[in-house]
């Protein structure tokens, strides 16, 4: 449905992004991470038309998203919650945008409930909150009920009961054969949003993949009557080994190698798991920490 290919721009010589290329499928949400300056936010620019590239392209569902007679009915995008007239209320906002989209006027008040601003409905947008004026952003993304969702930090600035009804939407949007690509700092919801990660960092594609495949350390946390014998046997076969929490093993090896060793040692386990990173590690450990 979304498809980027050596996506690339330069500034002055320097490039910014650096030949990204990814695939998104119907029925998935996939964050988009990285430090500040790492491309993310010249990568969704490129892809909605609002940068151009300096070399590859964008296509979704087979064209150039301003190539689309119609782009909002194509794909729904919240680059910038903040651009908007400040002097009009929420209603006349989305009944101008479902105007400019022919999508049937009423749709602005369904999409206004549909994220929670049905109450400040009659209200100028100049006097909501940052988050109220998220879930405005969201609700122009979504008034077309277009297939793919292209969101910049759509949390940004929302309490916890407007963070919950967003994870709430867009994994219902997923469940229901659409693709949602959005970026985010905030890694714990994250977490519980995602299930396709894209790390990139200094331009470039650092890790793509599902989270679940992402957060595997190819390590094991193992446990036994035995600890002191099961140790010496993971050590014996070459397998680095540490102290885990609870008395338990850290071992450098995946869960079958682990069982296999102790299994040709005669030595018995009570327990083995895979080590999981959680997504700050991993965040981390591609990045390098925040770039300067």
Known sequence: ????????????????????????????????????????????????????????????????????????????????????????????????????????????????????????????????????RQRLGLAQALLTRPPVLILDEPINGLDPEGIRAMRSLLRNHAAQGGTVLLSSHVLAEVDQTADRLLVIGRGRILADGALRDLVTSQQSVVSGPDMPALANALQRAGVAIRQGSNGAILAGATTDRVSEIAFQAGVRIHSITEHQLNLEDLFFRLTGGPQQ
């Open 1 to 132: 449905m979304l498809s980027v290919r050596e996506l690339t721009k330069s500034y002055n010589g320097a490039r910014a992004v650096d030949q990204v290329s990814f695939d998104l499928q119907p029925g998935t949400v996939t964050a988009f991470l990285g430090p500040n300056g790492a491309g993310k936010s010249t990568t969704l620019r490129m892809i909605t038309g609002l940068t151009p590239p300096s070399a590859g392209g964008a296509w979704i569902a087979g064209r150039p998203f301003v190539r689309w007679p119609n782009p909002s009915h194509v794909a729904g995008v919240l680059l910038d919650a903040s651009a908007v007239h400040p002097g009009r209320t929420g209603r006349s906002h989305l009944r101008n945008a479902a105007r400019l989209a022919k999508v049937p006027l009423d749709r602005a008040d369904a999409t206004l409930a549909e994220v929670g601003l049905a109450d400040a409905a009659t209200r100028r947008i100049g006097k909501y909150s940052l988050g109220m």
